[in-house]
């Protein structure tokens, strides 16, 4: 037989506006936020403290990086082609029937604060749609939805890895242009 | 305290919900850029009706070698002799091919020029004189990716002394329209 429980508001309601800050601050991931909160609500703040941060590292064999903060690099392959190669160096061009594959290398290196997470999972998408080009990242294909490049990287260490573009030698002059983004997403084991 | 239980547990649970959304991730964004370039790039094939090139076939440096010719003696197969009332010539069928990568260029232009100057002999590629002075035009509207043959041929004066050595280089060059 089941019997109804009358939940007065009165006890609910404090516990609802206090979960619903803890999730506020994990969402934000902000440190340091200085919000009027429980001992309890400070202690699931220091667990997203330890932030994990990942930085562009520049490959001994692949071209170098430039540009912005350790977390938003660019990568220039400079001018390609399937007949003259390229100019750029550690940049290498492959030729195959119908196209060529322009590849580098780079490195990711991934720091936890906390110490929590010994591994992450890495994500990758493209910024933006692009039908002309292939991108590959250690072999996989990445487009617009995120995927799953690496199910166990090790933090605290920089690990190096491969892109390569694919080039349809049926692209004309008006697409000569390659220009897109790579998003890593980082989320540690 | 039933109320007092309930109440604890939903806490709880929401306290577990919080802990997993409150994983912190990470971010980067790597921008990539390239500019690609059109290009074009030719190659000499053997002819199925001409000499068959002694090296370089499929590539951009290629030998034609006619072997020994004469005015009225026999020649190696894919050789074709025409003999005139001072000088013979001997021709052969030399494919170029021209493909092109990442460029709308509807055809292409082919120049050829001696690579040094032959006052004994004369010679042509595909019909037309070519000389050291300046690059012939053998073709400006050519078609990509065919094998076109474009016969090479030398006119030898029977003034040339037997066992004459006769060599020179030919270049081409390819332009794209």
Known sequence: MLRGVDIGLRYVLPFMLFGSSLITSGMAQRKGTNNRTSSTALSMKSQSEGTISVDFISAPDGTALTGGASGQRSLNLGTVSHAAGTQTPNVHVQNLPGRFVVSTRFGLSLQNGSQHASSATIMAALAVPDPAYIFRFDGITLETVPQLVQGKARIGTTLMHRLEIEVPTSL?????QLHNAIIFQIIPN | MKKVSIVTIFAALMMISSAAVAQTTASGTLTVSATVNGSIQLVFNSDAAGVALSSGAGTNAATLAFGNVSAFGTVVAGVTRTTAASNFTVSSAVDVQVSKTNSASA??????????????????????????AAQSTLTATGTYTANSNFPVAITVPFTSASGTSISNTINYVATAN
Not at chain 1, 172 to 176: A, L, P, V, Y
Not at chain 2, 109 to 117: N, V
């Open chain 1, 172 to 176: 004309t002059e008006k697409n000569s």
């Open chain 2, 107 to 132: 055809n292409y232009t082919l120049k050829a020029q001696l690579g040094t100057a032959d006052a004994t002999n004369t010679w042509s590629v595909g019909g037309v004189a070519v000389t050291s």
